[in-house]
């Protein structure tokens, strides 16, 4: 089973600072990444993935993310924040099964953004 | 713009009740998905399903069914709610083989209150 780790549960950065959230998988063959943001009171939105090519992805919003098969990481990140970025984010990996795909996703990580 | 519709944003419900949360989805898409999001264990999935009347379990299907009789919508059923089932509950959907890895689109959510 293909699993996903987000280490930090909480960051916290000023406005205008630069920020990585990190990702690690596991998986025993190729893998789909994803992140996902939600803000508050809402649902869940497709920021960045990873499907081949180019392992430097980039999403909404100005952030981007590397995908490092060596280390099975997958770190999104953002050279300058916004107040506006607060929010949580969600890491994912994609898994096939049976007759359809499913999502697997990490814990999540709450970027706070302070002025 | 897939939408996905959440019949209700906030539910109280009593112990024991029978609940139904509803889905709808409008892009015709083949795999539908309920996820329960609780803080520090992220998003984790119930039950998928990747055509009209078929399912599969999630990794926690205890003390929960899913029907779905028509493609675009998808229901989960608490049979017998309980207060550890107090949670926001999300549904998703995407499309069916390799475009899955373009991402599901996800409902804004209900939050469950069981009392």
């Known amino acids: 089973a293909q699993s996903v780790t987000q280490l930090d549960s909480q960051v916290p950065v000023f406005e205008e600072a630069p920020v990585e959230l990190r990702c690690n998988y596991s998986?025993?063959?190729?893998?789909?990444l994803f992140w996902y943001v939600q803000y508050p009171n809402q649902g869940l939105q497709l920021l960045l993935k990873?499907?081949?090519?180019?392992?430097l992805v980039k999403g909404i919003n100005g952030f981007e993310a590397e995908f490092n098969k060596s280390q099975t990481s997958f770190h999104l990140r953002k050279p300058s924040v916004h107040i506006s970025d607060t929010a949580e984010y969600f890491c994912?990996?994609?898994?096939?099964?049976?007759?359809?795909?499913?999502?697997?996703f990490g814990t999540g990580t709450q970027l706070k953004v302070e002025l | 713009d897939v939408k996905v519709t959440q019949s209700s944003r906030y539910l109280v419900k009593r112990t024991g009740e029978k609940v139904f949360l509803e889905c709808v989805q409008d892009?015709?898409?083949?795999?539908m998905f309920w996820y329960r999001q609780d803080p520090g264990l992220g998003l984790r999935l119930i039950y998928f399903s990747y055509d009209v009347k078929m399912k599969e379990k999630g990794d926690i299907p205890e003390g929960y069914s899913v029907s779905r009789e028509k493609k675009e919508r998808f229901s989960l059923i608490l049979e017998s709610a309980s207060t550890n089932q107090t949670s926001m509950y999300l549904c998703a959907s995407g499309p069916l083989g390799h475009l899955i890895n373009y991402g599901y689109t996800f409902g804004s959510g209900t939050r469950l209150t069981v009392v």
């Open positions: 998986s025993s063959v190729s893998v789909y």
């Open positions: 892009m015709d898409h083949e795999n």
């Open positions: 994912a990996v994609s898994d096939f099964t049976g007759g359809g795909n499913k999502l697997t």
């Open positions: 990873y499907l081949s090519g180019s392992t």
